[in-house]
Each structure stands twice: as structure tokens, then as C-alpha cells.
């Protein structure tokens, strides 16, 4: 099925507060494979997303009475599968099996991550991934990284090849991607937006 007008919507979202089984078929076929191209996107998995998709369809099911009808239903979906997908960043923290599907995400979106931590409302998560740096480390990322240097110009100061310069930069992104499993919610805060951007565009 096509997407939907607003009217069509409104139409369907009043049967379906007054728990028309049809009126929410019609919803799910309308939305259920955009839902599922932005969790792909977003969590790098059919089943994952597919997963995430059918617990925003209870969802939307089981709080049917108190839907508005005067919007796009499309939105409200989009929030919520995203909330799911951002409680699945939460149990990766703690559960090995949903780790496992987060260490993709974080090679594939580092480059968003690394410029949001570089932001100065993440300089509290920023510091204390650099503490963990070993000293020659930690001298090199912040040369490179938060004063802007080049390879060249750190491995000039600090008497070093820039091979070295190279190899301790890569260690510590490497810490950094191991590091931030331990703050999903930042992870998925920058994943999700830059996520959600891409499928409402």
C-alpha cells in the first residue's frame, strides 16, 4: 500500500481507537517497511529491526485509545521504535549477545560519534575515556585530536615516527569504540538522530 493521506490516516486512526482489527492492518502494511528500513539502518539487522518493528506495532495496538488523530501516525511510530531500539543500546551494555550486534554500529557510525564526543556537552564522557589512555597515548590523541595537529607536527614534538603517531591514534580509537559500550545512551542518542534524520528526509 501506498503512504497514506492525512485524511485516510485520520480515518483509519478514529476506527482504530475504537479497536477496528482492519483499520490497524491498513496502518501496519502502509508503514511497517519504512519502520524497517530505518532500524536496518539503524541497527545493521533484518532481525533486530524486524523485531523492534513488531513491538512498535503492540505498542501502537495496545495504546490505541489514546492516539491523536488530527497528525501522522508516521512520526509517533518512527518515536517509538526508535525508544525500542534505544532500549536494545541499553541491554548491549550489559548483555553479551546484544553487544554483539552494537560493535557493527559503532565501526560503521564513528565518524558521527567521534565529532558529537567531541562536542563540549560530552567533555565529562571525553575525559574519561582519555584517563584511560596510556601516558604516550593520551599525549599523541589530544596533540591530534583536540588541538588539531598533524601526525607530522606530533611526531616532531614528541620525537616519534609518525608510524607510531599513526598506531597509538588507531589504540585509541579502538578504546574509545570499547570504552563507549559503556554509555548507550549516548550511543544511541547520536545513532538514532542521525538515523531518524536520514528516514524523514
Known sequence: ??????????DLLRR????????????????HYRLIGHLIRLLKSTDLAQEVVQ????ALWDS?????????????????ASNKAFNLFRKAAHDQKYRAYLYPILE???????TRLFHKEQREILQNIIYKMPERQRQIF???????KTYEEVATELQLSIHTVHTQIKRANQLIKETLIQYPDFLAAVLLSTSLAVSLN
Open 1 to 10: 500500500m501506498n503512504v497514506l493521506s492525512l485524511s485516510e490516516e485520520q
Open 16 to 31: 482504530l481507537r475504537e479497536g477496528d482489527r482492519d483499520a490497524f492492518e491498513c496502518i501496519y502494511k502502509a508503514y
Open 55 to 58: 513491538d512498535t506495532f503492540v
Open 64 to 80: 490505541r485509545s489514546k492516539l491523536q488523530v488530527e497528525n501522522s501516525i508516521l512520526p509517533y511510530l518512527y518515536r517509538v
Open 108 to 114: 560503521e557510525g564513528y565518524e558521527q560519534i567521534e
Open 142 to 148: 589530544i596533540r591530534c585530536k583536540l588541538d588539531g
